[in-house]
C-alpha cells in the first residue's frame, strides 16, 4: 500500500512558479512508478508527467514540456514538480500518482493523492 499527499499548490500570476511535493508512504516507494495528473474545471483528468523509480526516465505532455520539470529522491519517499512560465490553462487540482508501469492512461496507476489546487491568474 503506498498512501500519497501533496502540497505545494497555490495562487500564482501567469509567468509565476511553484513547486509541488508528494509525500509517500510505504516501503516499496522506491520500485513504483510516480507522477502527476491534473484535471481543470470541467475538463477530464489529464497525464501530466512521470518518472520512473530510478529518476532516469521521465515523459511529459507536450503542453508542458521545458516548462515543468519532475523529480524524486527514494531517500525521503518525494516527488516534486516544479513548475516554471505557468499559464492559467495550467490552472487545475493536480494529483500525484502511484503505478507499476510508465503510461499516460490514469488506469495504469493504483494509488491517488487527494489533489492541491493550482490556480495560474492572467
Known amino acids: 500500500q503506498v498512501q500519497l499527499v501533496e502540497s505545494g499548490g497555490g495562487l500564482v500570476q501567469a509567468g509565476g512558479s511553484l513547486r509541488l511535493s508528494c509525500a509517500a508512504s510505504?516501503?516499496?516507494?522506491?520500485?513504483?512508478?510516480m507522477g502527476w495528473f491534473r484535471q481543470a474545471p470541467g475538463k477530464e483528468r489529464e497525464f501530466v508527467t512521470t518518472?520512473?523509480?530510478?529518476?532516469?526516465?521521465?515523459d511529459y505532455r507536450d503542453s508542458v514540456k521545458g516548462r515543468f520539470t519532475i523529480s524524486r529522491d527514494n531517500a525521503k519517499n518525494m516527488v516534486y514538480l516544479q513548475m516554471n512560465s505557468l499559464k492559467p490553462e495550467d490552472t487545475a487540482v493536480y494529483f500525484c500518482?502511484?503505478?507499476?508501469?510508465?503510461?499516460?492512461?490514469?488506469?495504469?496507476?493504483?494509488?491517488w493523492g487527494q489533489g492541491t489546487q493550482v490556480t495560474v491568474s492572467s
Open positions: 500518482v502511484a503505478g507499476q508501469r510508465s503510461s499516460t492512461w490514469e488506469r495504469a496507476y493504483d494509488y
Open positions: 510505504g516501503r516499496t516507494f522506491s520500485s513504483y512508478v
Open positions: 518518472i520512473k523509480w530510478n529518476g532516469g526516465s521521465t
